[in-house]
């Protein structure tokens, strides 16, 4: 006997222990000694593969089809020796971005779309919420089955219409309450859940060791061995075709069949969440790589004996083939056995009901429902700072309503056609993912708009060609759209589709949904652009992989970069004092010490890239951060695509640096120009304190003589004349220099009266030694003039070039020793025009001050103790009346051996005859 | 490299295994026939799987006995 309390009781202390193992695994966890670090409970995790459907589905298909129940498993394994590629890349994305679902992946890849993350979502939740009543129906049916013991009566025929007595509908509370107390512990989805990984662990293996002791005790207890059972199975023809049958759709099923499977180990929510989420290490997937597979292996070893034992054992059609599993062990009075086969099922429909909607509720949480309350601007939860406790209850009311939503498939339409095909289809719908992922990752142009219109397409031609024709099937729509198509347009046949026959439905389906899918996918891809988003994160994604292995989360940036460099950079563009600040402020969140740090990691370079493309955006930050980095490679394509859009920026770069040269002259000109007017505003204040000195020391003498010879009358004629006489000088010295200060004024206005006319230049030279003849002879110094007698004319006003003569000649005398001075006046023709040299003998001008003796009131020497005799301003007016006649005035001389002061006139062109009319 | 010789063998036997399950082999072995008592078509997918896993099997536990353990992670 079997009573239903035991089932029950064994069934429920089933799923506590499961509770048990969880709690004890995130216990562990918590405290830091993990039990699902080890490869072994990760290949266990993804045998979370094999459901009730294979569980009591593949005997079922094995009876009715042969050995094309297969594929199933055999795609798995061939997808598993690539997996030492293609999943070390998608862990090592995943790691790097932060990916929690399939959902999140594909959005991520193409420009962290929320458009495309959303539409996975829907496609996900449509296709997954019916394989999940699947699995309820698995369970509810096997129980009933069970219940009869030792009665074998099928479900169909003994339905109870309470939903209160549906072990369905507990089972699923059951699970809801394990997925939101294991599934949803943590917030930061990347956390992993290691009580739930336990207990799947554990659930795999029960599953395992349930139907191995079930295909062993028919093997070997009910029968005599394999041979026994191929043998009586040879005897009986209606069983032989099974041997060499590939199944009802043929070949083309089985290749559909395998490719199918080959999608689905790869991007099922579920097989996403325990082989990448759940993901502990990454060497974990090497052992991983062939355990799974022989798990597989190992798991479907009795699939053909269980049901040609079935089949040998229960007349044709009394007993559904899906139920051998449990109905042999029952029709041999064993019911522990029938039991454990129970328990098994019971696993493995709960193992796969927890994983799928814990990877469900992460998605409809992040990618559905988060966006959208995002966007809800009145819910204003951009300004709340902690979130978490709204993501967990989001979370755990997804689970409720997927878990909800299942059961109500399954009360429902519990016997559909539609629902028990559900399996297949949705291998087919979550082939559609395909293409964006596996492109994605291996083709850098795939677009969000290429993704987006694959997915959208391939999931519509699933709708119609797999969907559709299942609810025909199911009774819901008339059957004569599978013969003659809708409107009678037969070209539309969703079993037919363009007119394509002679391939079985699922061949047919996955053939135009790939067709629709890729061709709109590459098409798209190929005449859309990427944002600067898309392609940063396109690059992530491709280039994400490294066959040399290395860190366990693959840094974005590889190589090294000066931190000097880095903030060279970002000062460039952000300017010094907020580089520094944010590099301070980096430093201060991670202990760093900036003094210290000379080599930037990859965090840091992260962290430089953010700062950028704050600035210049981030596919520009991108490059500009790979400048400063040795030993980045960024792929050729890539610097190439974003060349294209760099060199708009820097055209712009390029004409702002012209403006700004521009700018630069402009203001160093202002510069120079306000500098010049403040020396000219220092000369000027310059030359009236000098002017009004040099008045002043005439004016004192010519005073003080006047009242001596005012206040003493009886001063001796003879030293009143000799007073009367300095008076006299000094007055003239006094009107001398009052007219040179106004005559330097008057051509310094241009108010000169000018009269150039061509001039003799002997002539003005002789003029001039005799006007000057009496200083020389006063002092006694020798003058002597050279000047020949064929001088061409030059072009100068007579007067002021004899008073430059005369002011060169007075300066030589005055200049000179008393007695042994030595004055030369020369003049010659030369190219530039007629030279006049007046050489002294005197003590010289140092080099420093050649030029500066041209300046107004620049005497040279000692002015307060050693005077010169002079107003200081013979040589500046000379300079400006020969500058006046397009001359030159300069001055040679070596400290120590006197000096020559020269100058050049230009020639005059007019002939002097004609002039002098 | 060891990881580049890896991953050649991985991809040889993926081709291999596509060629051990493709239809035209399965042709070959759809007799009406038994080998060890058991059918030729099941005998053959099978002993073409455990030789897939094992040839894996070798190929992966071959490569990590000549890689040096890395460190415990922490």
Request: net charge neutral; aromatic share 10%.
């Amino acid at each position: 006997m079997l009573p239903a309390w035991l089932i029950l009781v064994s069934a429920f202390g089933y799923l506590c222990l499961l509770f048990a193992i969880a709690y004890w695994g995130d216990k562990r966890a918590d405290a830091g000694r993990s039990v699902v670090a080890s490869p072994y409970i990760y290949a266990l995790s993804i045998a979370v593969y094999c459901t009730a459907w294979t569980f009591y589905g593949s005997v079922g298909r094995a009876a009715t089809s042969g050995i094309d129940f297969l594929p199933i498993y055999l795609g798995p394994t061939l997808v598993a020796i690539l997996w030492w590629h293609l999943m070390r890349k998608i862990l090592r994305i995943s790691k790097s971005n932060r990916i929690t679902s399939i959902a999140d992946f594909i959005a991520s890849r193409y420009g962290k779309s929320q458009l495309l993350g959303g539409l996975v979502t829907i496609i996900a939740v449509i296709v997954i919420t019916p394989y999940i009543a699947l699995q309820l129906k698995g369970v509810s049916a096997s129980y009933q089955v069970l219940s009869y013991y030792p009665e074998i009566v099928m479900p169909g025929n003994q339905r109870d219409d309470s939903i209160l007595k549906d072990t369905a509908l507990y089972v699923a509370a059951l699970m809801a309450a394990f997925a939101m107390l294991y599934g949803t512990r943590h917030i930061d989805a990347t956390e992993r859940h290691d009580g739930m990984v336990a207990a799947i662990a554990f659930e795999s293996i029960i599953k395992l060791v349930a139907f191995v002791a079930v295909g062993a005790f028919v093997t070997w207890a009910m029968f005599d061995g394999f041979a026994d059972i191929f043998a009586r199975a040879a005897a009986r023809p209606d069983i032989v075709p099974l041997f060499t049958s590939v199944g009802s759709a043929g070949y083309g099923g089985w290749v559909t069949l395998t490719l199918l499977s080959m999608a689905a180990i790869l991007f099922l929510p579920r097989q996403f969440q325990v082989l990448v989420v759940e993901n502990v290490n990454e060497r974990h997937l090497d052992k991983a790589v062939w355990l799974f597979p022989l798990y597989l292996l190992l798991i479907n070893i009795f699939v053909l004996p269980i049901a040609l034992a079935g089949l040998l054992s229960f007349d044709k059609g009394t007993v559904d083939p899906d139920t051998f599993v449990l109905t042999l062990p029952m029709l041999d009075r064993d019911p522990l056995l029938a039991l454990f086969a129970f328990i098994g099922g019971l696993s493995a429909a709960t193992g796969m009901v927890i994983v799928e909607t814990i990877a469900l509720s992460t998605m409809v949480c992040n990618d559905l429902v988060m966006p959208i309350l995002l966007r809800l601007r009145w819910l204003r939860l951009t300004e709340r700072g902690d979130l978490t406790r709204l993501l967990i209850n989001i979370r755990r009311a997804s689970i409720v309503f997927i878990l909800f939503l299942g059961y109500l498939y399954f009360h429902f339409i519990g016997g559909s056609y539609a629902l028990v095909t559900i399996g297949l289809l949705s291998f087919a719908a979550v082939a559609q993912f395909a293409p964006a992922i596996i492109g994605g990752m291996y083709w850098r142009r795939g677009t969000r708009s290429g993704a987006l219109a694959g997915l959208t397409l391939g999931f519509i031609v699933w709708a119609y060609t797999l969907l559709l024709p299942s609810f025909v099937r199911s009774g819901w729509l008339p059957s004569d759209l599978l013969i003659s198509g809708p409107w009678e347009v037969e070209l539309l046949n969703p079993y037919a589709l363009f007119g394509l026959t002679g391939f079985d439905p699922l061949s047919h389906a996955l053939f135009w949904s790939m067709v629709f899918n890729i061709g709109s996918y590459v098409l798209i891809s190929l005449i859309t652009r990427q944002t600067p988003t898309e392609r940063v994160q396109a690059t992530r994604f491709v280039e994400a992989y490294q066959p040399a292995g290395g860190g366990e989360r693959g840094p974005q940036w590889r190589g090294q970069a000066a931190y000097r460099d880095l903030y060279a950079l970002v000062a460039r563009f952000i300017g010094r004092s907020r580089a520094s600040r944010a590099f301070e402020d980096y430093a201060d969140s991670r202990g760093l010490n900036l003094a210290k740090v000379s080599v930037a990691d990859a965090s840091m370079l992260q962290f430089t890239e953010r700062l950028l493309a704050g600035a210049i955006g981030a596919a520009s930050a991108r490059v500009m951060v790979a400048s400063a980095v040795q030993g980045e490679n960024v792929g050729l394509d890539e610097v190439m695509a974003i060349l294209d859009e760099a060199s708009q920026v820097i055209e712009y770069s390029r004409q702002l640096e012209t403006k700004s040269l521009e700018l630069e002259q402009a203001s160093a000109e202002l510069r120079a120009a306000n500098m010049r007017l403040k020396e000219l505003d220092r000369l000027k204040d310059d030359f009236m304190a000098t002017v009004t000195h040099e008045l002043r020391t005439p004016l004192t003498s010519i005073r003080s003589f006047s009242e001596i010879l005012h206040d003493n009358p009886a001063v001796p004629p003879e030293q009143r004349q000799e007073f009367l006489g300095i008076i006299t000088k000094e007055s003239e010295r006094l009107t001398r220099l009052i007219n040179q200060v106004l005559d330097l004024a008057k051509i310094e206005a241009g108010q000169f009266d000018w009269q150039i006319r061509p001039v003799e230049p002997r002539a003005v030279i002789d003029d001039a030694v005799a006007a000057v003849s009496q200083l020389f002879k006063d002092k006694a110094v020798a003058l002597t003039a050279d000047v020949p007698g064929n001088l061409p004319p030059v072009t100068a006003d007579r007067d002021q070039l004899m008073q430059v003569i005369m002011n060169l000649l007075s300066n030589a005398v005055k200049f000179s020793p008393a007695q042994t001075g030595q004055v030369t006046i020369s003049a010659a023709a030369t190219s530039d025009g007629v030279e006049v040299r007046v050489r002294d003998n005197g003590p010289g001008i140092a080099s420093e001050h050649r030029e500066l003796i041209f300046e107004k009131f620049r005497q040279v020497g000692d002015t307060l103790t050693n005077k010169p005799e002079g107003s200081g301003l013979g040589l500046p007016i000379s300079k400006r009346i020969i500058e006046h006649f397009n001359g030159r005035i300069w001055v040679e001389s070596e400290p120590g051996r006197g000096a020559t002061f020269a100058f050049v006139v230009p020639v005059a062109h007019e002939p002097l005859m004609a002039a002098a009319k | 490299m060891r990881d580049t010789r890896t991953s050649d063998r991985l991809i040889a036997l993926f081709l291999l295994g596509v060629l051990a399950i493709s239809p035209p082999l399965l042709a070959v072995f759809r007799v009406d026939a038994f080998v060890a008592d058991t059918p030729v078509l099941f005998f053959y997918l099978f002993a073409a799987w455990a030789a897939l896993v094992g040839f894996l099997a070798l190929i992966i536990e071959a490569r990590r006995a000549e890689m040096p353990e890395p460190p415990p992670e922490d």
